[in-house]
């Protein structure tokens, strides 16, 4: 959620911010009307008690009509009382619904407009010149059914499917080449529970406009995360940290979406599936340091994208497609032959402090007060990177090269039909 004092104060450019993300301006007036109930709630509530708390120092003292009259006065307070208790409690949850309804404010410099309105930062590397380029399920057919969507359908249904073979070496090498960079660039490797509690989904902003992408466990009132961030990021719930550097994650976890509305899109192979596993790279920050901290997760992501020889692109994402937590986000999309476009396989999201207001995750100023941790969030390697690293790597034979930097997670150099 966002800082209240900054809404009070800054009432129109938190407009502009809706209207930028193409949502609703009137959540933010809503948000004044039941920040001003609530103080008045408060202040009502607190006047009454203050006399409650006079009246009862007085009574010892009273005698004969006086102490008859506070008699009376003392019960009309008390249910008083009661009732501006009740109506606070209300005016306090009715704040945050409303606080709740206003996505981040986006930062200076992000376009506005929806999914198409992106601005493209750069091009990197070559495209390959492949003639009908073989998309990466016939590639893993060719390979030995390394990429078994039939199977993974017979068990589990649509958008599931086993990796087998040289297909799990891969996705292993994969994710074992990314933990490897990250702890070698000073993030802690962490390996997150996969089922977290409500708050810990609400407090990332999973539970508004994404609540349908969430598979829920109602028997035990738990989620399954969609990214590791969700845990990373409640990790430090109710803490107050040492910022003195940032903190620096990296969580790997099988992470799991049920793809709500997306029937009949990327139907083959596994582009959009409902199970894959991530290295997902999380920090907490001083808010000056956010900005700074979003371009280091970047540089890593696109380090990777290197490491494994995948033409890419980076986008600037506009306000509209952001989500309710982020400010800004940069996607890194890899070239993809037989779509003959690209596609997203890395997001990195400055979330400055929305995400720790909600989970009450702070450290001490040079003062020392308590003041809001900034959150950030990158994906540095996914399932989902198997599908350019096959494409792009084919060979007419049918074979894939192996990029350099995985050949010694799977033992080769080329995999053969």
Known sequence: ????????????????????????????????????????????????????????????????????????RTKELSDQVKTAEAANAAAAAELRRAHLAVSNV??????????????VLREVGQIPAIDHPRDHQELGDLLGGVIDTERGAKVSGSRFYFLTGAGALLQFGLLQLAMQQAVENGLVPVVPPVLVKPESMEGTGFLGAH?????????????????SEVPLAAFHANEILNLDRPLRYAGWSTCFRREAGSYGKDTRGIMRVHQFDKIEMFVYCKPEEAAAEHLKLLAWEEEMLAKVEIPYRVIDVAAGDLGSSAARKYDCEAWVPSQGRYREVTSTSNCTTFQSRRLNIRYRDADGKPQAAATLNGTLATTRWMIPILENHQQPDGSVRVPKALQPFLGRDVLEP
């Open 106 to 119: 986006v930062v200076d410099g992000v376009p506005p407009g929806g999914e198409d309105d992106y601005v």
């Open 1 to 72: 959620m966002i800082d209240l004092r900054f809404v009070r104060e800054n009432p129109d450019l938190v407009k502009a911010s809706q209207r930028a993300r193409g949502e609703s301006e009137s959540v933010v007036d809503d948000l004044l009307a039941a920040d001003e109930a609530r103080r008045s709630s408060v202040a009502r509530f607190e006047a009454l008690r203050a006399e409650q708390k006079q009246l009862g120092k007085q009574m010892p003292k009273a005698t004969g009509d006086e102490r008859a009259a506070l008699t009376v």
């Open 211 to 227: 609540a349908s992408e969430i598979y829920r466990l109602e028997a035990d009132d738990l989620y399954l995360v969609g990214t």
